[in-house]
């Protein structure tokens, strides 16, 4: 298989997992990242000594020789840098959100496809274990329909995590706690249910001095028929709760559960039964102070690799990766309605 070159723009918690990944990877080359701070530019061209670090990603993306962009940044950058790099003919890897308006996702696909280029996003937690398992039954028939779905995110998030950004907490920037900590859920969701078609619920802020929710429930209702429910916060008293999805089937009930997706809690599937002794290595992305989703990138990368080299292998699209845009943007404004309303 030909090796890859990536580029990466942003090196923030997850930029530098990124970095770190692609470094180690055989098939991928780290051509290059470029860091706008100039300390951060200092501290990881020491970490990556011979790597070329730019200033800009317009420097970047005239100088460094990569296929594939990695764009890592804040969210609210997220289409614009994505943007550049399809304008520079490059086939462009986005960490979530895709972006944080469905027009904007949508100018990206339209414009990668124009330029005949690959747009791809970064959902993880389709590699979990407990994912693959139930996403192989879903496939094969086992379950029937989704009559039913519950999703249940409850983390922490102490109050140094929005004081030490910037753009975290901040509406305009990062978009809400859907686009930060429920995305990859409601990925899942909607890869297993079908698009979001209709929602309703409540969300408000109960214990950070931030512009976005960090409480919040909603029902939903599918494209295939599936009800469904979200329960959502960052106030889990110390350290992450839960993170799981319940699916009720005509011929069987599933729960992805543990703090990350990371373990089977139940399952009773028709003539299927769990094997024993099925080994759970999945691992969440650790920031210090605290923790977020699955750390199943180093399996993205070569996702994405076996793609470039034109391979059979399933890598997120920007055509998937918008219906949880779409989803989120959805769900905010039925709850902004209710609250209209009262």
């Not at 706690?177 to 209709?198: E, K, M, N, P, R």
């Not at 099925?278 to 990368?301: A, C, E, L």
């Not at 292998?313 to 039925?334: F, H, N, P």
Request: charged share 20%; with cysteine; proline share 3%.
């Amino acid at each position: 298989m030909n090796p890859v070159r990536f580029a990466v723009v942003g090196c923030g918690n997850i930029g530098s997992r990124h970095l770190a990944l692609l470094k180690a990877q055989s098939d991928a080359v780290l051509a290059g990242f470029c860091v706008t701070d100039p300390a951060k530019r200092e501290k990881f061209a020491d970490l990556y000594e011979g790597t070329p670090v730019y200033a800009s990603i317009e420097e970047m993306l005239d100088l460094c020789e990569a296929s594939v962009i990695t764009v890592c940044t804040p969210h609210y950058l997220h289409a614009e840098h994505a943007l550049k790099a399809i304008e520079a003919g490059r086939n462009v890897l986005v960490e979530k959100p895709m972006a944080l308006r469905s027009q904007d996702a949508s100018q990206m696909i339209q414009a990668a496809a124009k330029a005949g280029v690959l747009l791809m996003v970064v959902k993880q937690n389709r590699h979990n274990i407990p994912v693959v398992l139930t996403r192989q039954a879903f496939d094969a028939g086992r379950f029937g329909r989704i009559l039913m779905a519950q999703c249940n995110v409850v983390w922490n998030r102490y109050a140094g995590y929005y004081t030490q950004s910037p753009w975290l907490g901040r509406k305009e920037f990062e978009g809400g706690a859907l686009y930060t900590q429920v995305s990859h859920f409601l990925d899942l969701l909607i890869w297993l249910c079908g698009d979001v078609v209709d929602a309703g619920g409540k969300f408000e802020t109960k214990n950070h001095a931030i512009d976005i929710e960090d409480c919040g429930t909603a029902w939903l209702r599918f494209a295939s028929g599936t009800m469904g429910s979200l329960f959502w916060t960052t106030c889990a008293y110390n350290r992450n709760f839960e993170g799981s999805i319940t699916l009720v089937g005509e011929h069987g009930i599933v729960k992805i559960g543990g703090q990350y997706l990371n373990r089977i809690e139940h399952w009773d599937v028709e003539g299927l039964p769990l094997q024993e002794g099925t080994q759970w290595v999945d691992r969440p992305n650790s920031y210090g102070h605290y923790q977020g989703s699955s750390s199943n990138h180093d399996k993205v990368i070569q996702d994405v690799i076996r793609r470039i080299n034109r391979e059979d292998v399933r890598v997120v699209s920007g055509e998937d990766g918008i219906r949880t845009v779409q989803a989120i943007e959805l769900i905010y404004a039925k709850c902004a309605e209710r609250r209209e309303l009262r």
